[in-house]
């Protein structure tokens, strides 16, 4: 399980590596959203990223080419899993009633939520 937290910064660039797959600096700032970091910011975020693990890189040249060593549903879940457990006890049902409330979920909504998730459940048995 990944235990590193990435920096608002890191996460943006991680999102862009995510969608990517591999890609090089100016690969990374086509896709970030204006204002655009510059080159050595997001050169530097990448070394930083490389340093904790989530990123590598091979050099194509004098390019290098970035991946991710991380997955997106692996960060997610590690993530979550500490949202669950630092703030709602590892209570689901506890985390799931505050983003109602905080949403203002209808009794509708939750209840297409409780299908939705039945049914993924189910699908992940059958595998």
Same mark, same amino acid.
Do not use: C
């Given at each position: 399980? /990944?235990?590193?937290? *990435? +920096?608002?910064? =890191?996460?943006q ?7 990517? @797959?591999?890609?090089? %600096?100016?690969?990374i700032?086509?896709?970030?959203p ?7 910011? /997001?050169a530097?975020? *990448? +070394?930083?990223? =490389?340093?904790k693990g ?6 194509? @040249?004098?390019?290098? %080419? ?10 997610s ?13 590892n209570?689901?049902a506890?985390?799931?009633s505050f ?29």
């Amino acid at each position: 399980m /990944v235990t590193a937290q *990435l +920096t608002k910064a =890191e996460e943006q660039i991680m999102q862009v590596l995510w969608d990517l @797959g591999e890609g090089t %600096v100016q690969d990374i700032r086509d896709k970030l959203p204006q204002p655009v970091p510059a080159r050595t910011t /997001v050169a530097t975020v *990448l +070394t930083i990223l =490389e340093n904790k693990g989530f990123a590598a890189h091979s050099s194509q @040249g004098r390019i290098n %080419v970035y991946r991710p060593l991380i997955s997106k549903e692996g960060y997610s879940k590690s993530q979550l899993s500490g949202l669950l457990k630092n703030y709602f006890n590892n209570s689901f049902a506890a985390m799931a009633s505050f983003f109602a409330r905080e949403n203002n979920y209808t009794i509708e909504e939750l209840d297409l939520l409780i299908r939705d998730t039945k049914e993924e459940l189910n699908k992940d048995k059958k595998k």
